[in-house]
């Protein structure tokens, strides 16, 4: 059985002040809700209070990219272990706005990924199609590169970290939603792909998330299908009632 993982991705979102504002009102809301993990990614500038503002709840903190190196003349980057020190337990990699505005790659996806599991980060791999990949029946061979690119050379006890947001471009923060039918469809495929990848046992435990557009009326349904094991939640999660009803909708 996969423990269902519902992560807010708050984006460049929050001062410091609201960003201990709307975690205290998660942590409220959220308190009795075991049956899920819950996650918080939060701006690096908030890391570090909200990290404190954690302690003793079982709301997860997460980082919204990671850098591969372990030090040196990055100007600007953030390491794995510099987040380690903070608290963080998982670190967002490869959405499709660092790969959209910021250069990112599935090369780049691949270190960055590498570089958490060796840190005992726990990667969640962003992967998805644009509507123009999915209009010109480019769906399938798009999400199939992330996948084998975004995690190739991984092994053994990686995969038991790894969760995977399956996260179609067209959707996010757009308010249209994949059709259960349509999510179920391609979370299906990258679970079978990560048989070919990891073993039928890693591919029957790796969570993989939903996210574009969910939100408290449709997450239930999404959440139910066999192959949805949770969602990446951006514009619903900056408020804590509409996080804690997605969590809901996930127990
Ligand atoms: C996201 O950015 O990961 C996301 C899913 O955003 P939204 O929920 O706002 O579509």
């Not at 959440?223 to 009803?245: R, T, V, W």
């Amino acid at each position: 059985m996969r423990k269902r993982i519902v992560a807010g991705n708050w984006k460049m979102n929050k001062t410091r002040a609201e960003a201990l504002a709307l975690v205290a009102g998660i942590k409220a809301e959220v308190a009795a809700l075991g049956a899920a993990e819950i996650v918080v990614g939060v701006p690096f500038t908030d890391l570090d209070v909200v990290g404190q503002a954690l302690k003793g709840s079982a709301v997860q903190l997460a980082a919204q990219n990671v850098h591969w190196a372990e030090k040196g003349a990055f100007t600007g980057e953030i390491s794995a272990a510099m987040l380690k020190e903070l608290g963080v337990t998982y670190v967002i990699i490869g959405h499709s706005e660092r790969r959209q505005y910021f250069g990112e790659t599935d090369e780049t996806v691949n270190k960055r990924t590498k570089a958490a599991l060796a840190a005992g980060l726990k990667p969640i791999v962003c992967v998805g199609e644009t509507l123009a990949e999915r209009e010109g029946g480019q769906m399938t061979a798009v999400v199939e590169r992330q996948v084998r690119a975004g995690l190739a050379g991984l092994q053994g006890a990686d995969w038991d970290q790894l969760v995977i947001a399956y996260e179609p471009v067209w959707a996010i923060g757009t308010g249209k939603t994949a059709t259960t039918a349509q999510a179920q469809e391609v979370h299906a495929f990258i679970r079978q792909l990560l048989g070919v990848l990891a073993g039928a046992a890693a591919a029957a435990t790796i969570r993989i998330q939903y996210g574009g557009s969910m939100k408290p009326d449709n997450a239930k349904d999404l959440m139910s299908q066999p192959d949805i094991d949770g969602g990446l939640i951006g514009g619903a999660s900056l408020e804590a009632k509409s996080f804690a009803d997605i969590v809901r909708g996930a127990l």
